[in-house]
């Protein structure tokens, strides 16, 4: 189980601002939370801060109890959080097949990192050699980065920041059926995905609505979708 | 013959020769000098390598049609304090297509510098290709330099192709690094370059390539790396007489205390040329260290990773 307690974010800025105040939640294990709310509302902040990419001013984080507030991204990443990019990295040099390699912590077998490519919409004979660099499309990148994530064989909570963007040749519902295929294949793995996407909420156990960097709200989809009057 | 260590690592490292100690010939023409002497040299059918007077190098003959053959000419200097000046031609026949593994290593354990200045002119005649690999690579706790300067001259004629591949992978102290290169009718010219450099190492790279004749092409893509307290400089020229098509670029990560100076240059002497450059220097990108992180590697995993990819 993850838990945050009293999670604050705040920057310097012409005044000081603060991104997240005083987030406390507990994400049960097994689940698929979604956590959602208007742009600037703290939402990949808080993803950035669970994977310790950014780190909390104050507050703590706990991962099955231990507190691990402190704890770099590697030693996260080797607890079992997997992160994958809003804005997918690239590389020179590096190849696809490379990546997924990294990812696994151990050399995959071309049929096996194949397989992965396939559930993210990619054909291996195509991508695998690839170099991760500009001359792929947005789309492909952020499917790649998607790959990586699913490529992590020991991780445990699966956090997809803004999944949907940039995935702009490849179906939201896919996408979506994807999500509810780890979910519903592993069901000891935790998923949180940022998202605006009413798909993405409607798969959610758990929605969480950030609003200027506090939970206005949280429930299942369908009390949060009557809520905000999206349901019609 | 036998090798010392030393020799042999150096000769697996820059020319993928076996690492046991004792001399294995590659297939092919070959020519594996040692401390300012040939250890072992051979000509096949179609290239014949004969020596210029005073050991001070090579002549080195390509047959027209030669397919698909390799010459292997590697240096390795374990003597410190020893300083040579080789001059390398290689003339190389219509229709010949070949590739030419050179490189230098230099194991100094003395207090004297070792100095290799490698001077290979290439003589490609029409429809002729070739591709040219030159690593430099050096090691050793003494207190004498490392020292390389390699100087490559291409005269490609009316259709004939180059790709060279020129790497100095690390250990070198100081290097003066000069290319040039003048194209003729359609003559192509593809150029890769990987430079590491770290301690208080100097690297200097310098090009001067020329578009002579009509719709040549010449691309030129270094990539480097300076670490500690190393200094850099890549300068680079890319004229054009003719309608006629030319791109460098070049990339740099610079890391610690380390200093990068690129001055790229253009000279279109026609309307008709088309010329491009592009150069980035910068950090370690935070973004691409956080991902491997997030992969589960180490900060310092993830450094090697980038810069491991970045100069292959």
Redesign the interface.
């Known amino acids: 189980m993850l838990e945050l307690k009293n999670i604050s974010f705040t920057v310097k800025g012409g005044s000081r601002t603060k991104i997240l105040d005083q987030i406390s939640f507990a994400f049960q294990p097994g689940t698929l939370t979604v956590v959602t709310g208007p742009n600037g509302s703290g939402k990949s902040t808080l993803a950035q801060i669970i994977?310790g990419?950014k780190n909390p001013t104050k507050g703590q984080i706990f991962l099955n109890g231990k507190d691990i507030t402190k704890d770099?991204?590697?030693t996260r990443?080797?607890a079992g959080?997997?992160?994958s990019?809003q804005?997918p990295?690239k590389?020179?040099?590096?190849t696809v097949y490379?990546?997924l390699n990294?990812?696994n912590?151990e050399l995959f077998s071309p049929e096996e990192a194949g397989n992965i490519l396939k559930q993210v919409g990619l054909e291996p004979t195509e991508y695998l050699s690839r170099e991760i660099n500009q001359k792929l499309s947005g789309g492909e990148l952020k499917r790649i980065e998607i790959a990586?994530v699913l490529a992590?064989k020991d991780a445990k909570l699966l956090i997809f920041d803004e999944p949907e963007a940039g995935i702009d040749l490849w179906s939201f519902q896919d996408l979506t059926k994807l999500f509810q295929k780890i979910h519903r294949q592993h069901p000891d793995k935790s998923l949180i995905i940022i998202s605006h996407q009413e798909k993405i909420l409607k798969i959610a156990d758990e929605i969480i609505v950030l609003e200027k960097g506090q939970i206005k709200s949280h429930g299942t989809p369908a009390e949060i979708l009557a809520k905000i009057g999206e349901i019609k | 013959m036998n090798l010392t260590p030393e020799e042999s690592h150096i000769f697996c490292t820059v020319a993928n020769t076996p690492t046991d100690n004792n001399f294995t010939a590659p297939a092919g023409a070959y020519n594996f000098r040692v401390n300012g002497k040939s250890i072992g040299r051979h000509s096949t059918k179609n290239i014949n390598i004969v020596p210029k007077p005073d050991n001070q190098g090579l002549d080195i003959f390509i047959a027209p049609n030669t397919k698909n053959e390799t010459v292997h000419i590697p240096v390795a200097i374990s003597a410190t304090g020893l300083k040579e000046t080789v001059y390398n031609d290689f003339h190389i026949g219509e229709n010949a297509k070949v590739t030419i593994i050179a490189g230098c290593g230099i194991y100094n354990c003395g207090g004297a510098d070792s100095v290799h200045d490698g001077i290979h002119r290439f003589y490609v005649a029409k429809n002729a290709k070739i591709k040219y690999i030159e690593k430099h690579y050096g090691f050793g706790q003494g207190r004498g330099g490392k020292i390389l300067n390699p100087t490559t001259e291409l005269h490609l004629a009316d259709n004939s192709e180059a790709y060279l591949e020129l790497e100095q992978i690390k250990g070198v102290d100081s290097t003066i690094r000069n290319t040039v290169a003048d194209l003729s009718q359609n003559a192509k010219l593809i150029v890769k370059e990987r430079l590491m450099t770290h301690g208080r190492q100097t690297a200097e790279s310098i090009y001067d390539i020329t578009l002579n004749g009509r719709n040549s092409t010449a691309d030129l893509a270094s990539?480097s790396v300076a670490q500690d307290y190393s200094s850099q400089t890549f300068k680079s020229i890319l004229s054009a007489t003719q309608k006629s098509r030319g791109h460098s670029e070049c990339?740099a990560i610079i890391m610690d205390h380390a200093k990068v100076l690129a001055m790229p240059a253009l000279d279109a002497k026609t309307k008709d040329a088309e010329l491009i450059h592009e150069a980035a220097i910068g950090k370690l990108?935070s973004?691409?260290l956080?991902?491997?992180?997030?992969?589960?590697?180490?900060?310092k995993q993830a450094e090697s990773?980038?810069i491991?990819?970045?100069?292959?």
């Open positions: 994977m990419i770099d991204i590697t990443a080797k959080i997997s992160f990019f804005q990295v590389f020179k040099g590096l490379e990546l990294i990812a912590g990586s992590r | 990539r990339d990108a973004d691409q956080a991902k491997l992180m997030t992969l589960g590697l180490t900060r990773q980038i491991n990819g970045f100069l292959k």
